[in-house]
């Protein structure tokens, strides 16, 4: 039986990082070419879900993926990784940490998806052995060969 392979779609952006501004989600994310009213509810979700971020004062690199950052016109959903600096994590109140656990916790994860279509993963930002392998993860297409850009929002 031939092995199943998932469709490839172009990446939205070139190879690495690439920051982008909160206010051009919808004109990145939902072009011409990709318009789909599924993508324009995920942009405004995304952008619910951000609010909620910054609501618990959290500050540092929330990156974009999963085929939300390629012109698949259905995605199922966005991944999201957030890099937050050790000293941003330390300064954050007891009840915004817990939140921010609760939000990024594998358990929680169907309820998160149902609310805002995201999937949050969290990392402190000197930890370069999980930078580098989320900088794997998220770069990866399903054909090696095309590799996608990070697009990232800074909070």
């Not at 370069?128 to 998220?138: I, P, S, V, W």
Request: glycine fraction near 6%; charged fraction near 25%; proline fraction near 8%.
């Amino acid at each position: 039986m031939p092995a199943h392979h998932k469709p490839t779609y172009p990446p939205l952006f070139p190879p690495g990082l690439c920051e982008v501004q909160l206010r051009d989600l919808g004109q990145l994310f939902v072009g011409p070419a990709f318009d789909t009213p599924l993508r324009r509810r995920m942009t405004v979700q995304l952008r619910m879900f951000i609010g909620e971020l910054e609501r618990l004062g959290v500050h540092g690199e929330l990156w974009i993926d999963g085929s939300f950052a390629t012109k698949k016109p259905e995605p199922g959903d966005v991944d999201l990784v957030l890099s937050v600096p050790r000293v941003i994590v330390s300064a954050l109140s007891d009840e915004s940490l817990e939140r921010l656990r609760f939000l990024s916790d594998e358990e929680n994860r169907a309820y998160v998806r149902s609310r805002w279509q995201v999937e949050l993963y969290v990392f402190e930002s000197s930890n370069l052995a999980r930078r580098a392998y989320f900088l794997d993860q998220f770069s990866r297409n399903p054909d090696s060969a095309n590799r996608k850009g990070i697009p990232f929002i800074k909070l």
